[in-house]
């Protein structure tokens, strides 16, 4: 760990009162460069527009996988820039049904639209998409809200989980649909900045 870094924490499975109509099924066929991974604060990827400017709503059905500077994923062929991850802490549920990166961003640090209020990537948009925690299948969610300076990834374990990776949520923002931290005082860093 490095100064400043948060410890894994570990949390209950939470059940929010929510719309938990069934994950939809998969699109497409599971691809390398719509795969993400979470596996500490340094190693992790986003599902992030590969356009220029690109809103991230307009990015859903073609978005790809970057990841973090540090991620030792050989596979991971872009990564983002130095600093645009300003923060991250990582937790996983008591019961192993989930893990989550939550944290701040740096938009000027990328070509994401400042203003742009963000979007979700589940696992029907972009086609393939996966988390490597549960595999092709599993129900995950990822928002990113560059005019929140925000960003928030939940991997579930099991196909369906609509209680813990609730894909319904796609208009509430990170804090509702993956309550987490986006604030770290220690490093000076909240996400509102």
Request: some cysteine; charged content about 20%.
């Amino acid at each position: 760990m490095q100064p400043g870094d948060q410890p894994h924490k570990k949390r209950e499975s939470q059940t929010t009162p929510a719309d938990v109509r069934p994950t939809p099924e998969p699109t497409g066929e599971s691809s390398a460069s719509t795969t993400i991974h979470i596996i500490d604060e340094h190693d992790f990827a986003l599902l992030l527009p590969d356009r220029p400017g690109e809103l991230i709503s307009d990015a859903e059905s073609d978005g790809v996988a970057f990841c973090t500077p540090d991620s030792a994923d050989a596979a991971c062929s872009r990564r983002v820039a130095e600093g645009f991850i300003r923060a991250a802490a990582v937790t996983t549920a008591d019961d192993g049904s989930y893990i989550q990166v939550t944290g701040c961003l740096d938009v000027s640090k990328s070509s994401l639209d400042a203003s742009n209020s963000g979007g979700q990537f589940d696992v029907r948009f972009p086609n393939g998409a996966q988390c490597t925690f549960g595999g092709y299948g599993a129900s995950f969610i990822q928002l990113v809200e560059p005019a929140a300076n925000r960003f928030c990834v939940r991997c579930c374990s099991k196909h369906g989980d609509q209680i813990n990776c609730n894909s319904h949520q796609d208009r509430s923002g990170c804090q509702t649909a993956i309550p987490g931290t986006y604030a770290f005082p220690a490093l000076g860093v909240t996400c509102e900045e």
